[in-house]
């Protein structure tokens, strides 16, 4: 796997910005995934980072850093509906199969 | 536009209790894909499927089997189901090995007593 690592929790308030971080391992490594699930739901896909740099999409944003085996997922402007799991995933340069990590549960609040 | 859907959405077994999963997606992808999801893990790879007539173990492929007879539906089977199986299984596709995101269906909670 790429053993990916993400904090289990965040907490933050309405209308502030939230960064996710992800770490994997880099040998191996072809491109990375963030997904949003929400509780009792299927996770759906944000963003897609295969080369080094930023990428904004809207309110959220994501960043990798492939020498780095870093990546970051932004949140700006939160919202309620935000609340949810963040999941970081790598895609094997061999396979190209996801490795998840165990998700960033976001709790934001008014 | 149903994208992938998963039946049954609950389903109780007890130990020793044999069932299947249905997957069905319409987006005429090649990949499909079984997970489960369990509390504090990332979703883990049971088996998956390259096209219509081929399977292939993913990490925890024991005490599951899969088939994929028509190439727009993926089956996960549990001969005889153990309580360390309960957990949400997660359905996905992708149009090909490399291409694009994966497309979840909505799960299947399933409990074994």
């Known amino acids: 796997g790429q053993n990916i690592d993400q904090p289990t929790e965040m907490t933050a308030t309405e209308g502030a910005i939230v960064q996710i971080n992800c770490t994997y391992q880099?040998?191996?490594?072809?491109?990375l995934f963030w997904y949003q699930q929400h509780a009792g739901e299927a996770p759906t896909f944000l963003s897609y980072?295969?080369?080094?740099g930023l990428e904004e999409k809207g309110r959220f944003s994501s960043f990798l850093s492939r020498s780095k085996g870093y990546s970051y997922l932004l949140l700006k402007e939160l919202q309620m509906k935000d609340s949810a799991s963040y999941l970081c995933?790598?895609?094997?340069?061999?396979?190209?199969?996801?490795?998840f990590g165990a998700g960033t549960t976001v709790t934001v609040r008014a | 536009n149903a994208g992938v859907t998963q039946t049954p959405k609950f389903r109780v077994l007890k130990t020793g209790q044999s069932m299947t999963l249905l997957c069905a997606q319409d987006?005429?992808?090649?990949?499909m894909y079984w997970y489960r999801q369990d509390p504090g893990m990332g979703l883990r790879l049971i088996h998956y499927?390259?096209?219509?007539?081929?399977?292939a173990k993913g990490e925890v492929p024991d005490g599951y089997n899969v088939s994929r007879l028509k190439k727009q539906n993926f089956l996960l089977g549990l001969e005889s189901a153990a309580p360390s199986q309960t957990s949400v299984y997660f359905c996905?596709?992708?149009?090909?090995?490399?291409?694009?995101?994966?497309?979840f269906g909505e799960g299947s909670r399933l409990t074994v007593l």
């Open positions: 996905a596709s992708r149009i090909d090995e490399r291409t694009g995101e994966l497309f």
């Open positions: 880099t040998s191996g490594f072809n491109g």
């Open positions: 980072n295969v080369l080094d």
């Open positions: 995933a790598g895609e094997r340069s061999n396979d190209y199969k996801l490795s």
């Open positions: 987006m005429n992808h090649e990949y």
């Open positions: 499927s390259v096209g219509e007539g081929t399977t």
